[in-house]
């Protein structure tokens, strides 16, 4: 069954630089979930869509942008990046137009602040 | 603050013998869901638990809800190695089309041979 993508798996970036993570959920999926896991912690939550629309907020910085497309992916978009950014950047997808809110993760993008 | 204290924080067990993990909340989930993850990797969904009292088999592994939708547990009977891991409980609150996952800090199980 196809899974949640996420790309890039991997990136590197410098301080102050900008980063795009891009997420395509799992087909017929409606809703997205962005959350970021630093070393060692549980993740936590940034922001979801539904619909294309924003549905929820949660720790994310100003400095974070997201927006879901037409087509249902989604992208993180990050600027002026800190050494604080580092970390697992994961998307999950989930049907919640139709009643079943379980969220299914994608591998993961880790992002790298140098 | 973790909004679900999961414990124990690490758990070192014999192949053969029986475990219980746990996760606790003050506050209620409209579900709780169970996580394993590999370092680096996605965290996969085991089980969803929704209605209070509920008791999921998979397996070897047993996932319970409390009736008042705050707590859960997870109990492996004879672990084997492979079901060495992180383990991750992680409650949904929310309204329809809205439900962020707030997740407990993990316990990390080793099982060994």
């Known amino acids: 069954a196809a899974g949640v993508i996420q790309s890039p798996r991997h990136l590197i970036k410098e301080k102050r630089e900008t980063a795009t993570l891009k997420c395509y959920p799992i087909?017929?999926?409606?809703?997205v979930y962005w959350y970021q896991q630093g070393p060692g912690q549980d993740p936590q939550f940034l922001i979801s869509?539904?619909?294309?629309?924003?549905?929820d907020k949660g720790s994310i910085p100003d400095r974070f942008s997201a927006q879901q497309f037409s087509d249902y992916h989604s992208e993180l978009n990050m600027s002026s990046l800190e050494l604080g950014d580092s970390a697992l950047y994961f998307c999950a997808s989930s049907l919640e137009g139709q009643g079943d809110y379980e969220q299914y993760f994608g591998p993961g993008t880790r992002l790298t602040v140098t | 603050t973790q909004l679900l204290e999961q414990s124990p924080q690490f758990l070192s067990i014999q192949e053969g013998e029986n475990l219980t993990v746990y996760c606790n909340s003050s506050?209620?989930?409209?579900?709780l869901q169970w996580y394993r993850q590999e370092p680096g990797e996605g965290p996969v969904l085991l089980v969803t638990v929704v209605t209070g009292g509920e008791v999921k088999k998979l397996k070897r592994l047993t996932f319970q809800f409390g009736d008042a939708r705050k707590d859960s547990s997870l109990h492996i009977t004879a672990a084997q190695p492979g079901d060495t891991g992180l383990y991750l409980c992680a409650g949904a609150t929310g309204g329809s089309n809205d439900y962020k996952l707030s997740f407990g800090a993990g316990t990390t199980v080793t099982v060994r041979a």
């Open positions: 087909p017929r999926h409606d809703t």
């Open positions: 869509f539904y619909e294309k629309m924003q549905s």
């Open positions: 506050s209620v989930f409209s579900s």
